[in-house]
């Protein structure tokens, strides 16, 4: 391997970005993509030679980079000559319109940003800035004080003051609880088990089912005009809830525009008394505490 700290860079990067609740809006591909870039155009700095400099580098980039008016051009084996990287270039001013907000641009897609299409968007991005920014400085505040009690867990802690509502999950129902970033100990033990036989007694093993991720996605695709809904895949214990502005706005009262909502006794919809909590209550009853 030509860049030994690659691969831990990449982990800290994801796992940053899904700490900050951010786990369905950044694509895996994009983020690697990003971090590749670190090793291949580092100037005016050496490769990273360890990963708290890649995630540190990662985090300036994120905050610096001005995905608006630059592409962002990985040159993966230096398959791209100077002419195709000026037509990307040119392209990006052109169309830049109708290319997604965070345009990713390879050999082999050097156009259409595929990896990118759907997520990030423009509001996503900025959030990924503004959170950057504030681990960043976390981190450098520590190495200049020289504050041997620091902890690093508290910049993979997520802000939660932004957001409307806060779904407490029942931690039962997590399955991947170990991954949790505050997460005390953890038995590692290699359990054995025999061969599974049928005795009308036990309950088939389930493998790879993510109840809190089924839960999300159900969130979604019921409530996606609503609101946003942002978790932590790996072993997180909540789920935030942002309304979206316009849900937040009054209108005049329409049948069709009653979904989830009360209705107040003037007639009109008070977007604000949301009777959405009831409904989240009881789409995710099986995964959620008491509370939500």
């Known amino acids: 391997m030509l860049h030994g700290s690659f691969s831990s860079t990449c982990r800290l990067a994801k796992r940053w970005i899904a700490s900050q609740l951010l786990s369905d809006y950044v694509p895996d591909v ?5 971090v ?5 155009s580092p100037f005016p700095f050496t490769p990273p030679s360890c990963p708290q400099v890649g995630f540190l580098r990662f985090l300036h980039l ?56 759907e997520n990030p968007t423009y509001q996503i991005i900025h959030r990924l800035r503004v959170l950057a920014e504030a681990t960043r400085n976390a981190l450098e505040n520590q ?17 939660l003051e932004p957001y409307d509502v806060i779904i407490h999950l029942d931690a039962g129902k997590i399955p991947n609880t170990f991954m949790g970033v505050d997460i005390e100990s953890v038995d590692h033990s290699v359990k054995h ?32 005009d609503m609101a946003m809904f942002f978790y932590d895949a790996y072993g997180g214990c909540c789920i935030a809830v942002l309304f979206k502005p316009q849900i937040l706005k009054r209108k005049q009262f329409k049948i069709s525009e009653t979904k989830a909502l009360m209705v107040p006794d003037d007639v009109t919809v008070e977007d604000k008394n949301i009777k959405l909590i009831p409904n989240i209550r009881e789409i995710g009853r099986a995964s959620c505490r008491e509370r939500v």
């Open 62 to 117: 994120l905050i610096n980079h001005d995905w608006k008016t630059v592409p962002f051009i990985v040159n993966l084996g230096e398959d791209l000559k100077k002419e195709e990287i000026a037509e990307i270039h040119n392209l990006f001013l052109e169309k830049r319109h109708f290319l997604p907000p965070m345009f990713i641009a390879i050999s082999y897609d050097k156009s259409e940003s595929s990896f990118t299409k």
């Open 36 to 40: 590749a870039q670190l090793y291949l």
């Open 193 to 224: 088990f025999g061969k599974y036989t049928n005795t009308g007694r036990e309950a088939l093993p389930v493998i790879g089912y993510d109840p809190i991720r089924h839960y999300v996605k159900e969130l979604k695709d019921v409530f996606d």
């Open 30 to 34: 994009a983020v690697e993509l990003i």
């Open 143 to 159: 190495l200049i004080t020289k504050n041997i009690q620091f902890n690093p867990k508290v910049v993979f802690r997520p802000p």
